[in-house]
DNA sequence: CGGTAGAGTGCAATCGATTGCCGCAATCGA
DNA sequence: TCGATTGCGGCAATCGATTGCACTCTACCG
């Protein structure tokens, strides 16, 4: 393949005003620069990045560490990244850190040698020293999904709190207090927000929240399977289940979807958090509290690319992605409970019934 | 940042030495070895990746090319990529063409300027000029999901011809005689095997393929309701519908999750070409020919890692990754139909009925 | 006519590793 | 005792760009 150099001698200039042609980096006389230009097609010149970012120190390439690329939930933020990223000039680089602190480590130390421009991350741990160590080397950083306490870095998160709250609204305003919270992992910011939204939800009806309601497994398709029957065999059982991730909800609405005696909407309510494309077509569609991770990974890819034009110095900004409830048929009104409270509680909700209406697709 | 300079004036030898501690690439006394070592480890010296490159003319990095991240058949294809390639101690750079032509082109041009060591692409155009030319530079490369016909290039590919013979053998053995087909872009070798294997199970039975029942749309899940609607809308509507990819099947699901008069499966028959996780709580559980895209990244990174070992000297292999017909509820038996030899046709197939048995989740 | 400004360009150091070539010392075999 | 081998390690060129410095012309001003 063609060098500067090359392309240097072809035009019978050196390889400096070669650079400087390429970069417009200083004034060429213009005969000269076409015939550097032409020189440059016939050779099928293409400037090595390699050798470019050896010097200028730049790599133009982002990376972004996800804890699991398959996860619709992420599949989305990455293509939000990758098209922001794009259109800025810059490539990116992927990494699955399978939710493992010690991987995550692992491909920041090798990022850092292939001199990674900025990094965007959904860090695995609770008091990621990954990440700590990234500011501390003063490489430009941006999280998504979760933050970590205390660490004055640019985020990007999704309303957590407000829209747990409103998910938890939804259902009091139908009637349901015995709310079962099939919870993910504890130690991310994201569920621990999106169950204090629960909670004040909870509080500001002056209802206690149940610890006995709340539900861990493992944060995949069949945890929230496990921690739904686990819910539905309780001797005292919910009349909702609020599934704080897309994973476990499509569990959990597996698990409705087959039970010999629980119905959903009839007897048990589905409220998810995060939307995915496939919950408009269950059975019954699953009312759900969207996210919109494309719009999270754009906007940390603008916020990491800010910092790298502004530098370290800049104050570090948390944005925050509005979510939005998306009433599809999987929450219906409380039966009359034993809950001497129960029957007030109940509003003219829509009934959910027939499943076939003719509604738009989407 | 340490360079090795700097480790080499530490431990008092020259950077030579060091390099070859560094990659084994000589003897060294083992005190001398220690020493620099310790240097390494003290002043936390990374090697820096770029200037190696430059010099070794090898990145460790390879690429993706895919037409939709979030298409949850790519999504676990990248994720069958990225281990294999993380495994070998190569990073993975990530790009969406969006099935464009010019940006796959684009995209190809700057990964050649990074000097990427190779090339894992599900190529968009039909004729890829874009692959052509990377075997023409001789650029390791491997097609996955769709090849191009006459280049000799590496590629792993669902047995597409088979998947859908068996998907439509199914079909027919349950009395369907007039199957609808809902193609996406016939331009992709994948649409064109899958629709040959759709003709050859028909033919296999003396059956014509009807030209009137085979609708295209745009590839998404619009775009596979869209066709849905116009199949069911016929005057002589199909009593089965195979969707030819995972988000047609989506769109198609929607569509009769809501239709007014036609029920699945009691009316209408579906199956879908390409499994997804959601296909087990729809309404009813989907009937899919399942394909496995982590293997088919995974076997595509062996295969280009290989290459990179061998040269572009041996021959070019084509893996063909099985399918697996993943039978749920989709599927029912023909009604009697006026088709003369309707009745014949349907065996003992399993009743699609009552949706709730008792059936272990996944 | 000397001085200066500005346009246009080249030289060579530099980024940080890799690697061919060579030199020195110790050991070995004859 | 001498040449050959082996172990160990340094020197310096190299990969292909970028960029500070300096140089040569013109043109123009006073």
Chains 1, 2 share one sequence.
């Not at 650079?19 to 010149?45: Q, W």
């Not at 609204?169 to 992992?185: A, D, F, Q």
Request: net charge neutral; aromatic share 4%.
């Amino acid at each position: 393949m063609a060098t500067m150099r090359d392309v240097a001698m072809a035009a019978g200039v050196s390889s400096s005003t070669v650079s400087h042609v390429l970069n417009g980096t200083r004034r060429v006389a213009p005969d000269t620069a076409d015939r550097i230009r032409r020189a440059m097609e016939a050779l099928d010149y293409q400037p090595d990045d390699t050798a470019r970012s050896l010097r200028t120190r730049r790599s133009y390439t982002l990376s972004l560490l996800v804890s699991d690329i398959s996860n619709p939930f992420f599949s989305a933020l990455v293509k939000g990244v990758e098209d922001t990223a794009q259109a800025s000039g810059f490539r990116l680089l992927i990494c699955n850190t399978a939710e493992d602190v010690s991987k995550e480590s692992a491909y920041i130390k090798s990022l850092l040698q292939r001199r990674v421009d900025g990094i965007i991350i959904s860090p695995a741990g609770e008091e990621s020293q990954a990440v700590e160590e990234l500011l501390g080397r003063s490489v430009p950083c941006a999280l998504v999904d979760r933050v970590v306490p205390r660490l004055a870095v640019d985020a990007v998160l999704s309303d957590n709190y407000a829209g747990a709250y409103e998910a938890v609204k939804y259902l009091l305003e139908r009637g349901h207090v015995r709310i079962g919270v099939v919870l993910g992992l504890m130690h991310l910011s994201s569920t621990r927000e999106r169950l204090a939204g629960h909670e004040a939800a909870l509080r500001d009806r002056d209802l206690a929240p149940d610890p006995a309601l709340l539900v861990q497994g493992k944060s995949c398709i069949d945890g929230g399977a496990a921690a739904c029957n686990a819910l539905l065999e309780m001797a005292d059982p919910p009349t909702a289940i609020f599934t704080l991730n897309n994973l476990m909800t499509m569990g959990a609405a597996g698990v409705l979807l087959r039970h010999p005696k629980r119905r959903c909407p009839q007897d048990v309510s589905l409220i998810g958090f995060d939307d995915s494309p496939w919950a408009d077509i269950t059975n019954p569609p699953i009312t759900t509290v969207a996210q919109d991770p494309y719009a999270i990974g754009a906007a940390a890819c603008d916020l990491l690319l800010a910092r790298l034009e502004c530098g370290a110095a800049a104050p570090s900004k948390v944005v925050r992605i509005p979510t939005r409830l998306v009433e599809r048929e999987s929450v219906g009104s409380a039966r009359p409970h034993k809950t001497p409270h129960g029957g007030k509680e109940v509003r003219g909700s829509e009934q959910a019934g027939s499943r076939r209406k003719a509604k738009p697709n989407r």
